[in-house]
């Protein structure tokens, strides 16, 4: 059975940093290329950031490059996102996925899907 659980969320005050965590089970992690995801109060699923199956390759939305770094070890079978300079607008549920994708952008693009965790940045 594949899972997926994040950690590391919390809340931070505008400027502020958070490590998020997403441990997998239960899947062949090293195959899987690994996106994250955050979702607002009464808005879409929208994408974050993303990386390969072999760390090679990684992407980001607009707002979160230069701020944001994906990063993985396949023998933890664990994606990290490090979060830098947080802003209002970053709050929200992040969720980690695992897809079959090189590069995913898209949410229908991944198979398996954590339960989220909440990120709350106060100003």
């Known amino acids: 059975q594949m899972s997926l659980v994040e950690s590391g969320g919390g809340v931070v005050q505008v400027g502020g940093s958070l490590t998020l965590s997403c441990e997998a089970s239960?899947?062949?992690?090293?195959?899987?290329?690994m996106g994250w995801f955050r979702q607002a109060p009464g808005k879409e699923r929208e994408f974050v950031a993303q990386?390969?199956?072999?760390?090679?390759?990684?992407a980001y939305q607009d707002s979160a490059r230069g701020r944001f770094m994906v990063y993985r070890n396949n023998a933890k079978n664990t994606v990290y996102l490090r979060m830098n300079n947080l802003v209002p607008e970053d709050t929200g549920v992040y969720y980690c996925?695992?897809?079959?994708?090189?590069?995913?952008?898209?949410?229908?693009?991944?198979?398996?899907w954590g339960q989220g965790t909440q990120v709350t940045v106060s100003s």
């Open positions: 239960g899947l062949p992690f090293r195959r899987f290329a």
């Open positions: 996925a695992a897809g079959m994708r090189y590069v995913a952008k898209r949410v229908e693009e991944y198979e398996t």
């Open positions: 990386i390969s199956w072999d760390g090679v390759s990684d």
